[in-house]
């Protein structure tokens, strides 16, 4: 809640609402103006209120990019209550891409290091309008090996050409049990927090949401 006191107050507050609402959502703005002389002060909070559409229906504007990342790591065929964290992991993509992102939204996949390459990431599916079923196949025909590492930081360091077509906000979803420690010489990934840093530096406006599995150290 603000109250304005000229044209460039005004101004900058739907600046500072434009980019929350520049997030991708279907929302409806209703907007009514008034003016006032200035209350005294109060602690009292205000209210703004983004609700869904009535029908369930959401779009993703044009120039956002989503990508997500899987965890393919060794550590990822561990088990929770016999089920092995890696289809655990995709059943939540599966259902995400089946039945929370809206359909030709933008979307890319990345998972990390097989069997030749322990160290790497590959971009299984570019950047492109969403086809769950094509998605869904080719992340289920990934088959995880023991030997592979978590380069996480290496995969979030992709980010920017992997989503270099978009123009708007990236937002990565990152689905991992985050089993490395870093900094750590023996391991061939690198600190996720700088790769994150780095993306902050470049003035590359992106959001990292992460799902973690069995993920209990503080630290992590």
């Not at 590492?149 to 049990?177: E, K, N, Y």
């Amino acid at each position: 809640y603000q109250y304005t006191r000229s044209h460039g107050e005004m101004d900058r507050a739907f600046d500072r609402l434009a980019t929350w609402l520049r997030r991708p959502a279907g929302y409806r703005l209703d907007l009514a103006t008034s003016f006032r002389e200035t209350p005294p002060p109060s602690k009292e909070p205000g209210l703004i209120t983004v609700a869904s559409p009535a029908d369930g229906t959401a779009t993703l504007s044009p120039d956002v990019g989503v990508e997500i990342i899987l965890d393919t790591s060794g550590s990822m065929l561990k088990e929770i209550k016999g089920e092995r964290r890696i289809d655990l992991a995709k059943d939540v993509l599966a259902d995400m891409v089946t039945n929370r992102l809206p359909a030709g939204a933008p979307v890319a996949v990345r998972v990390l290091g097989d069997q030749n390459d322990v160290c790497g990431t590959r971009l299984v599916v570019p950047l492109g309008p969403l086809d769950p079923p094509t998605v869904v196949s080719r992340v289920n025909a990934i088959d995880v090996v023991q030997e592979a590492d978590t380069p996480l930081g290496q995969a979030l360091r992709a980010v920017p050409d992997d989503l270099a077509g978009s123009t708007g906000t990236r937002i990565v979803l990152l689905i991992t049990d985050s089993e490395e420690v870093w900094p750590n010489p023996d391991l061939c990934g690198e600190d996720p927090a700088a790769a994150i840093r780095d993306l902050r530096r470049r003035r590359i406006d992106a959001r990292l949401n992460i799902v973690g599995l069995q993920v209990d150290a503080k630290k992590a």
